[in-house]
Structure formats: structure tokens, C-alpha cells
């Protein structure tokens, strides 16, 4: 019933050596069906919103066959879906320098005795410092390209590239082995490429930074009691035995060394007395400049790392808004403000959460095969990705984009994922349904599909 935008049309032919021509039909008329849907986005809905001129009853579901066999019995493969939208999301927005990667995990919330993965994980958004939360879901681990926005250059996004899902148990691999596994393959997109990987505290870990390429570096949090060392060793007398050390005395904690830089500067009074002093810099984090306090030094983190130098930036806001958060990075040529930054588009990746599960209802399907299970949410994740390349790369020129910026509230924001879907909503509304509709059988077709989408959302 849909038609789609040329130009959209253009991104997916991109995508078409992943999936059969059939298949291939059928992607094209899910996302139309998922982006036209307007209630709970279940497989039943979805193929009923692209097929809205037509009245099919819940029993009567061998029309939409198709639609449950493209998750649960088609050939593609996640991970070829990934590197071609890797490869088309690179070229149209035309990324240069180093890759910025970020890796998190999320939480789908699903209930049921017979779906697969299922399991009780931490549930971040429930959480607190003090209390934390689980529910019962699926854990998937997200690696993702983060790319600032041209038409907001304070802004970043993150675009879903790779995705594994996380079962419970021991004798399954962890996240952070995961998200091992997860770089390896992207690596493997772009030879030659220069890759920067952010992550938080969950990830500084030996299973995801032991053996990294020599193209890869690494900027994260660091533990406020981390043991770390001095890089230089100790001079020892050239006849004393035994094996030479590797590295050098115990350093304070992160916390203690951000302490130990509060007492310096009481006792100098700024005049510079002491190992540990704060420096204040400027750095664009969240999309705001921030006047920031410093403590930056090189150390080896021996239990992650062994004797790799790091260096290491304790970061304080002199407002107090944010507590102390401690920083590190393999590249120990890099200023404090360049660490800061970068570990600030991290925060990208949870946005791009937020909008997957309150925008496109990525919990809302109610499938439970393993097939299903392990399709459907990198499907949704990586046309998330194609909507907002689309948008960037095209959409923002279209007539309607102005219009519906028209009628944004001062809480909107034209870079956003509900404002990126509410263009290309109406943009395929203004395509499908016009005054050159070719007849009058045509009319009353479109009519009976509006009031179909209106009685699906009452």
C-alpha cells in the first residue's frame, strides 16, 4: 500500500546483496510497516499498517506469512546487514580521521516460559547507586559509530553497527568477551582504518583491552580504587639478581589522588607544590563547553593492562553538578580535554537506547523462536541506523522536514529520532496519498487504509 521515497529506496538497494529479491521486497515493506505503525509494534501490526487497505482478521494470518518468516526462516545474516549499513552509514556521511566506537549493553524486557535468551540482568534504567534492579529480558551487547551531527555540530550520534546477544550463565561468554568479539568483526569492515573505542568501566577490562591492535585505542572509566603504578621502575644496582622490575611503586587510587590534589592545593595555595595538582581546561561534553578541573599524569594499570602506559585524567566539575569521574586512555600523547570529549559521545549510545524502545518500540514484538529472537532487535537497531542516515544524508531537505520543524514544541529538537520518523511519516503519507492518485478505486483504497491506522490507534 506504502510507497517509498526515492531517495530512501536508494539507501536499501544499497543494502540488497544481504537478502534474496523476495526478501529483499519484504525488508523494504517491514520498515514501511514499522514506520507507519502507529500503535504496539508487534509482527501482526507492522504488516497489517503496510497492508492497511486491506481487512484481516487476527485468525486469518496466512497473508502475513511472509512477514514472520523474513525474522524466524529467511537466510540473511545480522552480521551482513551490519557491514553493509557499516559501509553505506561511513560513505554518505562521510566519516574521516579515526572510528569512533562505542560499546554498551541494554536490556529488551520479555516475559515468557518459552522465549529464548531469556534471562534476569541488570536493568540500568531501573537502577541506582545504591539499589540495583534486574529484570527479566534479553541482554544485548551494541557496538555502535559515533558521528557528529552536520546539522548540529554540538551534537552526536551513534549509529548501531554489530550486535550479540548476552545469555545468562557461566558457560556462556560474558559482555565484555562479547564486545571483544564485536570489534574483531568491525575491524575487519574497515582495514586500515585508525578506531577509537569508548566505552565505560564495565569494559575496561583485560577481556576487552588485552591484544588490541596497534590502529585501535582506548578511552574509558577507570575504578576510583584502581591499583595502579608508576611507568618507571626503580634504578636497581646492575649486580643485584634476579629479574629487573617492570614497573614502578604503587600510586595512590584515582580517589586518593584527586584527594591528594585537594590538600595540595590548601597547602600551596595554587603556588604548584606537590606531584598531584589540578589544571583547569575547556571541553564540549554533552553539547554544552564546561570549565573543568584536572589531574593528569601516566601510569600502568597493571591488572588490566600489565605494563601498557595509560594516562590517566581525574576530571571534577567546579560546580559540583557532577561527581568525580576518572578517566583513562591508551593514548598517553592526549590531551585532557581531547579524553573528556571523546568519553563524552559515549553517552550517544544511551540516547540511541532510548529512542529504540520510547520511538520505535523495539520491546513491542512478541516473538520468542531463537530465530526471531536473534533477528528481530539487530533488524530494528540497523534501521534506526538507515532512518537516521537517511534523515542526515537526505531528509532534511525534504519540504516536509520544514513543516513538521514548523510545528515542533520548544521541547523538540529537529536532530531527533521522533522528528526524524514524523518527516519520513509524512513525507511517504504526502508520496502514497495525493491529489494525482490515478482513480477513483485508488481513492477509496487510501481512505479505507487511514481509517484503518485511526481505528488501530483509538
Sequence with gaps: MWLMLPCLHVILHDLNPVFSEPSFITNSEVLLGWVMC?????????????????????????????????????????SDLGCHVAAVAVARLKVVGPLYLVIDDTLLHKRGTRVFGLGWFRDAVASTRKRVATASGNNWVVLALAVPIPLCPARVFCIPLAMRLHLAGDDHPSCPELARELLDDVLTWFPGRDVILIADAAYACAGVLAGLPTCVEFVGRMRSDAAINDPEPLPQPASKPGRKPQKGP???????????????????????????????????????????????????????????????????????????????????????????????????????????????????????CQESIEKLAPWVW???????????????????????????????????LRHMLSVLRRATLNLSINDNSSDCNELQRSIRALKNLINAVA
Design 382 to 416: 540497523l534501521m534506526q541506523s538507515v532512518i537516521m542516515v537517511w534523515y542526515v544524508s537526505e531528509g532534511h531537505q525534504c519540504p516536509e522536514a520544514k513543516e513538521v520543524e514548523a510545528l515542533m514544541g520548544p521541547w523538540d529538537s529537529p536532530t531527533s
Design 38 to 78: 502507529l500503535g504496539t509494534r508487534t509482527e501482526y501490526r507492522v504488516a497489517q499498517s503496510f497492508h492497511a487497505d486491506e481487512e484481516t482478521s487476527r485468525a486469518q494470518r496466512h497473508p502475513f506469512d511472509r512477514f514472520y518468516n523474513f525474522f524466524s526462516r529467511s537466510a540473511w545474516k545480522v
Design 250 to 368: 604503587r600510586l595512590p587510587s584515582p580517589k586518593e589522588i584527586a584527594a591528594k590534589a585537594d590538600e595540595a592545593a590548601k597547602a600551596a595555595a595554587g603556588n604548584g607544590a606537590g606531584q598531584w595538582q589540578w589544571q583547569t581546561v575547556a571541553a564540549l561534553a554533552y553539547g554544552v563547553k564546561r570549565t573543568l578541573q584536572v589531574v593528569t599524569g601516566l601510569v600502568v594499570w597493571p591488572h588490566v593492562l600489565g605494563t601498557k602506559k595509560v594516562r590517566l585524567v581525574v576530571v571534577r566539575d567546579p560546580e559540583g553538578k557532577f561527581e568525580d569521574t576518572y578517566l583513562f586512555t591508551t593514548l598517553v600523547g592526549a590531551l585532557p580535554e581531547w579524553v573528556i570529549e571523546t568519553f563524552a559521545k559515549r553517552w550517544a549510545i544511551e540516547q540511541s537506547f532510548r529512542d529504540s524502545k520510547q520511538v520505535l518500540d523495539i520491546e513491542g514484538p512478541q516473538h520468542w
